[in-house]
Protein backbone atom coordinates (compact mmCIF):
# COMPACT_ATOMS: atom_id res chain seq x y z
CA UNK A 1 0.00 0.00 0.00
CA UNK A 2 1.07 3.84 -0.95
CA UNK A 3 1.38 5.43 2.27
CA UNK A 4 0.84 9.01 1.00
CA UNK A 5 -2.08 7.72 -0.90
CA UNK A 6 -4.98 9.84 0.34
CA UNK A 7 -8.55 8.03 0.77
CA UNK A 8 -11.82 9.73 1.56
CA UNK A 9 -14.72 8.00 4.46
CA UNK A 10 -17.41 9.02 5.12
CA UNK A 11 -18.87 8.34 8.88
CA UNK A 12 -22.87 8.23 9.52
CA UNK A 13 -24.60 7.79 12.13
CA UNK A 14 -28.48 7.19 12.46
CA UNK A 15 -30.87 6.91 15.11
CA UNK A 16 -34.60 6.41 16.30
CA UNK A 17 -33.93 9.19 18.71
CA UNK A 18 -33.44 13.12 17.94
CA UNK A 19 -29.24 12.85 18.98
CA UNK A 20 -26.31 11.14 20.19
CA UNK A 21 -24.67 10.87 23.59
CA UNK A 22 -21.15 10.80 22.15
CA UNK A 23 -19.82 9.78 18.54
CA UNK A 24 -15.91 8.89 18.55
CA UNK A 25 -13.80 8.17 15.54
CA UNK A 26 -10.86 8.09 14.11
CA UNK A 27 -9.04 11.04 11.68
CA UNK A 28 -6.09 11.68 9.62
CA UNK A 29 -3.23 8.90 9.61
CA UNK A 30 -2.71 5.66 11.19
CA UNK A 31 -1.03 7.85 14.01
CA UNK A 32 -4.84 6.83 16.16
CA UNK A 33 -5.70 10.51 16.10
CA UNK A 34 -9.53 10.56 18.40
CA UNK A 35 -11.88 13.14 18.32
CA UNK A 36 -15.46 12.97 20.08
CA UNK A 37 -18.49 14.57 19.47
CA UNK A 38 -21.35 15.23 22.43
CA UNK A 39 -25.02 15.74 21.84
CA UNK A 40 -24.92 15.26 18.38
CA UNK A 41 -27.73 15.95 16.41
CA UNK A 42 -29.02 12.88 13.96
CA UNK A 43 -28.63 12.23 11.53
CA UNK A 44 -24.62 12.53 11.66
CA UNK A 45 -22.35 12.60 8.99
CA UNK A 46 -18.82 13.87 8.04
CA UNK A 47 -16.09 12.76 5.17
CA UNK A 48 -12.19 12.41 6.70
CA UNK A 49 -9.04 11.75 4.57
CA UNK A 50 -6.96 9.11 5.70
CA UNK A 51 -3.35 8.14 4.59
CA UNK A 52 -0.84 6.28 5.81
CA UNK A 53 0.18 2.70 4.99
CA UNK A 54 -2.54 0.84 6.85
CA UNK A 55 -5.51 2.99 6.72
CA UNK A 56 -7.37 2.18 9.82
CA UNK A 57 -10.68 3.85 10.61
CA UNK A 58 -13.38 3.59 13.37
CA UNK A 59 -16.58 4.92 14.84
CA UNK A 60 -18.97 4.58 17.62
CA UNK A 61 -21.82 6.16 18.82
CA UNK A 62 -24.27 5.46 21.79
CA UNK A 63 -27.48 6.22 21.76
CA UNK A 64 -28.68 9.57 23.11
CA UNK A 65 -31.69 10.05 25.52
CA UNK A 66 -35.29 8.68 23.58
CA UNK A 67 -33.36 6.84 21.84
CA UNK A 68 -33.42 2.67 21.55
CA UNK A 69 -31.68 2.05 18.38
CA UNK A 70 -28.50 3.34 16.81
CA UNK A 71 -26.57 2.34 13.74
CA UNK A 72 -23.15 3.25 12.41
CA UNK A 73 -21.75 3.09 8.83
CA UNK A 74 -18.64 3.60 7.46
CA UNK A 75 -18.12 4.05 3.68
CA UNK A 76 -15.25 4.66 0.44
CA UNK A 77 -17.37 5.99 -2.17
CA UNK A 78 -19.59 2.96 -2.54
CA UNK A 79 -18.17 0.59 -0.67
CA UNK A 80 -19.43 -0.32 2.63
CA UNK A 81 -16.44 -0.99 4.82
CA UNK A 82 -17.92 -1.44 8.08
CA UNK A 83 -21.78 -1.26 9.39
CA UNK A 84 -23.32 -2.08 12.82
CA UNK A 85 -26.68 -1.42 14.53
CA UNK A 86 -27.41 -1.48 18.10
CA UNK A 87 -30.51 -1.64 20.39
CA UNK A 88 -31.50 -0.82 24.05
CA UNK A 89 -31.33 2.35 25.98
CA UNK A 90 -28.48 4.09 25.79
CA UNK A 91 -27.33 1.56 22.76
CA UNK A 92 -23.75 1.80 21.54
CA UNK A 93 -22.83 0.68 17.84
CA UNK A 94 -19.30 0.21 16.88
CA UNK A 95 -17.69 -0.06 13.39
CA UNK A 96 -14.36 -0.30 12.45
CA UNK A 97 -12.30 -1.45 9.24
CA UNK A 98 -9.37 -0.85 6.59
CA UNK A 99 -9.76 1.78 4.27
CA UNK A 100 -7.72 2.36 0.82
CA UNK A 101 -7.49 -1.68 -0.13
Do not use: F, H
Amino acid sequence: MDKNKEVVVKYEVTSDGPTAGNITYTTGDASGNISQANDQALPWSMDTTVTGYVKVVSLSAQAGEGGTTISCKITEGDTVISEQTSTGPYAIASCSGEAGR
